[in-house]
Structures are given as structure tokens and as C-alpha cells.
């Protein structure tokens, strides 16, 4: 899926990642404080699941965008972790180690083949755009991976640049590359379920 080189800069007071340390138990706090947050805007809450994802694709375009830098990259983290946790349950997924910044928190699929940061795909889906010092890419574990994801990414599909940056978007394209990879490697005959944490 090309992204159009067009797209407008983002906003030069995107808060830059956090230092905070964070343990699971924080992430998932985080996340209930964005379906809060949501809830008090729109006064529909979300419910964790993909289907609710435009909810908080609403919350992004008015409440986040509005506000201040501090309250902004509060909003970042709870969006992200609540996105975080949607594709977690959803996907099968686990939460990567925590590390000190929210670029390096990532959410792993399938035995770690894939990877993503919940935090950069909510700073490109306020921003409807990559967003420098955020990290909004899907990551495979090797080069082979990654160059067959790319070729079977430029055959699906296109995607409208809001809707692939938008939460709803992304969720779709995380399912479209779970579901390809599953299939790709059932017929290789090896093995994606993650191991017992």
C-alpha cells in the first residue's frame, strides 16, 4: 500500500516519547483512562474490540488534536495502549518487555514474527501521517519476511491514506498480515503459537 508522499508535515508540538518506565499493569490503566476519555467526549464508551476502533479515531480528531502538548501526550499513551490492547486480545498477541520510552513499547504477533508500536500507530492516526520520533511501522523478525510482506501489502487492496492511518485502518491491515502470515506458514508446516508467558 504506497503512501502518498503528499501528506501534510505533522504538528511541530507532537510531545516527544516518554521516559517513563512503564510495567504491564500501568499499560492497561493507561488504557482504560483512554475508553474513560473517550466515554466523557463522545458518551459512548468503546468496548475493546476492532469494531469500536472509530470511536477513538473520533476522540483522536477532536479531543487530542486540541490539546495541549502535556495533555496531548498523555492522550498518545492511553490511545496507544488502549489500541495496544485491542490487537493484543484480538490477534493473539503479547506485550514486548517494556522499555523506557513509549516508541520502544510494542505489542509482538505470532511468536514475535511482527511487531508494532500501539503508541506510534496513535501518533500517526492524530497526525494522518508518519510521525518523526514516533514509530508507526509494522516491524518483521527478518528480511525475507519483510520483503514478502511488502510484496503482498502492494497487492492488496489500496487503502484511502485516512483510513490507513486511522486506528480502524490499522487494525484491518494488522488482521490482513496475521491472517497471510498464518496461512503462509501452515503450508511451510511450522509452528506461530506463542509460547506461555
Known amino acids: 500500500m504506497p503512501l502518498d508522499s503528499n501528506a501534510p508535515p505533522p504538528p511541530a508540538d507532537l510531545p516527544p516519547a516518554s521516559a517513563e518506565v512503564l510495567a504491564l499493569a500501568d499499560v492497561l490503566a493507561l488504557a482504560d483512562l483512554a475508553r474513560r476519555a473517550v466515554a466523557d467526549r463522545l458518551g459512548v464508551a468503546p468496548d475493546g474490540t476492532p469494531e469500536t476502533l472509530p470511536l477513538v479515531d473520533a476522540f483522536l480528531r477532536t479531543t487530542a488534536a486540541e490539546a495541549a502538548p502535556n495533555e496531548r501526550r498523555q492522550l498518545l499513551l492511553a490511545v496507544g495502549c488502549y489500541f495496544g490492547e485491542v490487537a493484543r486480545r ?3 498477541g503479547r ?3 517494556l522499555g523506557s520510552d513509549a ?3 510494542r505489542v509482538e504477533l505470532l511468536s514475535g514474527r511482527l ?3 500501539p503508541v506510534g500507530m496513535a501518533a500517526e492516526a492524530l497526525c494522518g501521517c508518519e510521525t518523526p520520533g514516533y514509530d508507526g511501522a509494522l516491524a518483521a523478525d527478518d528480511d525475507a519476511l519483510r520483503d514478502d510482506l511488502a510484496a503482498m501489502l502492494e497487492q492488496a487492496p489500496p487503502l484511502a491514506e485516512t483510513e490507513y492511518y486511522s486506528l480502524a485502518g490499522r487494525i484491518e491491515v ?6 497471510w502470515l498464518i496461512a503462509r506458514t501452515a503450508s511451510a508446516g511450522a509452528d506461530l503459537s506463542l509460547p506461555s508467558t
Open 103 to 105: 516508541q520502544s513499547w
Open 90 to 92: 484480538q490477534l493473539d
Open 115 to 117: 511487531s508494532f508500536s
Open 174 to 179: 494488522l488482521e490482513l498480515v496475521a491472517d
Open 95 to 97: 506485550w514486548a518487555p
